[in-house]
């Protein structure tokens, strides 16, 4: 189920809204929990119910072998470590086959110049994120930081489905106190107010913002040969919106229908697009993303504390490894690479204690992820490479499409000069009712032209 | 409320999602007529395109009106009106070309008529007396339905229509009043929120009829059997109608025929029931078919998106009809 569809907000969103503070004013607390878990597997198997077995599997064996590791005194045979390494690997095995097997056997086959036939498996939705929210939880079994929850308050915690299917990636310590806190347990006004709120700020970001860029980002990636001067900056840069304002608008649309509930998600974009270098950028774009790779990742490698030389190593392979987990492609893996060297000569160019003007530095930084997201972006290297040539000017120059122009302007200037959503969102006040409303109206009327149209679309994180 | 709907109206005008402003008014003669000294953009997923229209009505001419040549008329639906058509190259222009500028034509096309509302048109609209020849396209299978009102689906614009008992004999039946609805959908057919209505309406009337797809199916063929020779009637009662007036008037009328049948399945059978009625009433008339059959193993015919004929296919049909039927004036 999308969050901009109408199923979604005129039936699941209120429908599970209603009955769960319902059976919570009844004090079926465990019932009402329950329904969550219910209605988050509802919501998640309305795309394809065959996915319903692996999240459920997935769910069932993270919470036996979290559980196993957690116990102060273990009296299984194996010790703890080796448990836990059986755990990750089982967990990025399942990952690995129905994400990377045919990348693997296409590469395989290339190399070595056979046929082996490629699996072509339907990939489960979420399954990255619930794998990487999972091994988190094991890791932190791991090293004592979690409790004995129960299993109801585990499976809230991987299905909950405003963060269920593209984060933000939660983490326990943040979700499981707010699932058994009973003030949560009571529907709260202001909550209500501050998740319709954000939830149709991040509707309006999406279908209206996103929707509208989308047009031109397919246009120039997939539907034009030959990208002059002009096209190619203003496709790549429609992207660059398209990606920003569809996936903060996803998020802020989870945050909004957990805040419902009054769960508090944590933010994962803090005007991404402001940052000022690249390290910069990686605090403020998909936060949630890259504190699990920091710390899941990037610091069990080592971190800074092996010298210059291993610190930028392993910045390299930490966003290999993040470029990977967008999704099986060499330009996913390069888009990584350029990231991780960027962070690497970051971190030298820090080191070296050398400074730039401010605006230099946000046009540097701007600029690199631009042109880091046409490889994220391209289908094939050759898209890649189309788009790139015209920026730089190889295909000529032609008129430019000013309406386009206007938007990519007016774009900037809400990116730079704009309070984020999360900003508004702290500095609520009362008379922001009328903005809910007025977006909220213009956004639908926005969804059913889309809709009418046959243009419906799809968040561009499910893919990842 | 209101203040969302206003900006949605301008986001509409100024986004990749605008449909365009309505390009028809009520008419009272023929239902909807193109609005006067007008220009707007039609927009589908396959052209944006910038059409204009002149103090009467009719689609521009790139080329300026000269009084002390004769005019030749275009009469036709949406694929003669061409608004998706660059204006230079749409079939009346280039006609205008291929004649060496020794006529005016003029393209009196409207999207959704058929040849009953098509020979009004030429009665209220055209300025005959200056007229040296009239062409008339027939499509077929889209003009044999149109000739029917109760395919006019009640959302759509009034027309007016000619009811035959035989050629002779007929009835016209003009639009309905200019009421409230039509004063309604005049002063919306400003706004883009028109065609966005008007698409929000069709796709629930689809999504509805869709839940009872078989029934409408078999009702729908019913239907069709039983006015089969009901819509024969009416199509020739039109052309001959014409016929009648432009032999009056000394002006010369010819037919182009298109059948989307014979061009996609090879059925020929409509096309020659239609030539025999024109060849048996003496009209000159040609069949775009086999032409447009050679056509298109060299180029694209038509716009993806609605079938529409492109600009290029315009100006090959000009040629075409220059050599098998326009030669000779």
């Given at each position: 189920m999308l969050f901009n569809s109408y199923e979604f907000i005129f039936a699941f969103l209120p429908i599970t809204f209603i009955i769960y503070f319902y059976l919570n004013s009844k004090r079926l607390i465990i019932g009402a929990k329950g329904f969550l878990v219910f209605a988050s597997l509802f919501f998640y198997s309305w795309?394809?119910?065959?996915?319903l077995p692996i999240i459920l599997s997935s769910i069932l064996f993270n919470y036996v072998i979290g559980n196993t590791l957690a116990k102060?005194?273990?009296?299984?045979?194996?010790?703890k470590k080796s448990i836990l390494i059986f755990g990750i690997v089982s967990n990025l095995s399942l990952l690995g086959y129905f994400k990377y097997a045919d990348f693997f056997i296409e590469n395989f086959n290339l190399i070595s110049s056979s046929n082996i036939e490629p699996l072509k498996l339907l990939l489960p939705l979420a399954i990255s994120f619930f794998t990487f929210q999972q091994i988190a939880y094991l890791v932190d079994s791991y090293k004592n930081e979690?409790?004995?929850?129960d299993f109801l308050n585990y499976a809230l915690f991987v299905t909950?489905?405003?963060?269920?299917?593209?984060?933000?990636?939660?983490?326990h310590k943040v979700m499981m106190p707010q699932f058994v806190?009973?003030?949560?347990?009571v529907k709260k006004y202001k909550n209500i107010a501050l998740g319709l709120f954000i939830f149709s700020i991040g509707l309006f970001k999406k279908v209206v913002i996103a929707d509208t860029f989308a047009v031109w980002a397919t246009a120039g990636f997939d539907n034009v040969e030959v990208l002059t001067l002009f096209d190619a900056w203003a496709t790549s840069l429609s992207y660059t919106f398209q990606l920003y304002f569809d996936f903060s608008g996803y998020t802020d649309m989870a945050i909004g229908a957990a805040l419902l509930f009054n769960i508090n998600l944590p933010i994962n974009?803090?005007?991404?697009?402001?940052?000022?270098n690249i390290q910069d950028f990686w605090r403020r774009w998909h936060i949630t993303l890259s504190r699990f790779l920091k710390d899941y990742i990037y610091i069990p490698l080592g971190g800074n504390r092996l010298g210059s030389f291993r610190t930028y190593t392993n910045l390299v392979a930490t966003f290999l490894i993040g470029g990977l987990w967008h999704g099986a492609g060499w330009t996913f893996i390069f888009w990584g690479l350029l990231h991780g060297i960027a962070l690497a000569i970051n971190r030298a160019w820090q080191n070296l204690g050398f400074r730039l003007p401010k605006i230099l530095a946000w046009f540097i930084t701007f600029n690199f992820v631009n042109i880091s997201w046409i490889f994220f972006r391209a289908k094939h290297w050759d898209d890649a490479i189309n788009v790139l040539k015209g920026m730089f000017g190889f295909n000529g120059i032609d008129s430019i499409e000013w309406m386009q122009l206007n938007y990519i302007a007016l774009a900037f200037i809400f990116v730079l000069l704009f309070k984020n959503s999360t900003k508004w969102l702290e500095e609520?006040?009362?008379?922001?009712v009328h903005i809910t409303f007025g977006l909220f109206v213009f956004t639908i009327l926005q969804l059913n032209n889309m809709m009418v149209s046959r243009n419906n679309s799809e968040f561009l994180y499910f893919n990842f | 409320m209101i203040i969302s709907v206003v900006i949605f109206e301008i986001f509409l005008r100024y986004s990749p999602f605008s449909s365009g402003i309505s390009p028809v008014v009520y008419d009272k003669d023929i239902g909807m007529w193109h609005k006067k000294d007008f220009s707007g953009y039609l927009i589908k997923e396959c052209y944006k395109n910038k059409y204009t229209f002149d103090e009467i009505g009719r689609?521009?001419?790139s080329y300026t009106y000269e009084k002390n040549k004769k005019d030749i008329v275009l009469l036709g639906d949406s694929q003669i009106e061409?608004?998706?058509?660059e204006n230079s190259k749409n079939i009346h222009n280039s006609l205008y070309k291929e004649l060496d500028d020794r006529y005016n034509v003029l393209n009196y096309g409207l999207s959704g008529t058929g040849p009953s509302q098509q020979y009004q048109i030429l009665k209220?609209?055209?300025?005959?007396?200056?007229?040296?020849t009239i062409i008339h396209f027939v499509f077929l299978e889209n003009d044999l339905n149109d000739t029917?009102?109760?395919?006019?689906?009640?959302t759509n614009r009034p027309k007016v229509y000619m009811k035959f008992e035989d050629l002779d004999n007929y009835k016209v039946i003009k639009?309905?009043?200019?009421g409230i609805k039509e004063k309604i959908r005049d002063f919306l057919g400003n706004f883009e929120l028109y065609a966005y209505l008007k698409k929000t309406i069709y796709y629930y009337k689809y999504l509805f009829e869709k839940q009872d797809k078989n029934n409408i199916k078999i009702k729908k063929e019913v239907f069709q059997l039983q006015n089969e020779e009901y819509k024969w009637t009416q199509l020739q009662g039109s052309v001959y109608q014409i016929n009648k007036l432009t032999k009056k008037l000394n002006i010369k009328y010819k037919i182009v025929i298109y059948s989307t049948y014979e061009f996609?399945?090879?059925?020929?059978l409509k096309t020659e029931r239609f030539e025999k009625f024109l060849t048996s009433q003496s009209i000159s008339h040609i069949n775009l078919v086999p032409f447009l059959k050679d056509l298109s193993k060299t180029q694209s015919?038509?716009?993806?998106?609605?079938g529409h004929w492109n600009g290029d296919t315009h100006e090959k049909i000009s040629s075409f009809m220059i050599r098998k039927m326009l030669g000779n004036i």
């Open positions: 795309w394809n119910i065959v996915y102060k005194e273990n009296k299984s045979s194996f010790n979690t409790k004995e929850y909950f489905f405003p963060q269920l299917i593209a984060g933000p990636i939660v983490h806190n009973k003030y949560n347990l974009f803090n005007s991404p697009y402001k940052a000022t609520y006040k009362k008379y922001y | 689609v521009a001419n061409a608004l998706m058509v209220n609209k055209v300025e005959l007396s200056n007229v040296d029917d009102p109760k395919n006019f689906a009640s639009p309905r009043a200019y996609k399945d090879n059925y020929s015919l038509s716009f993806e998106c609605d």
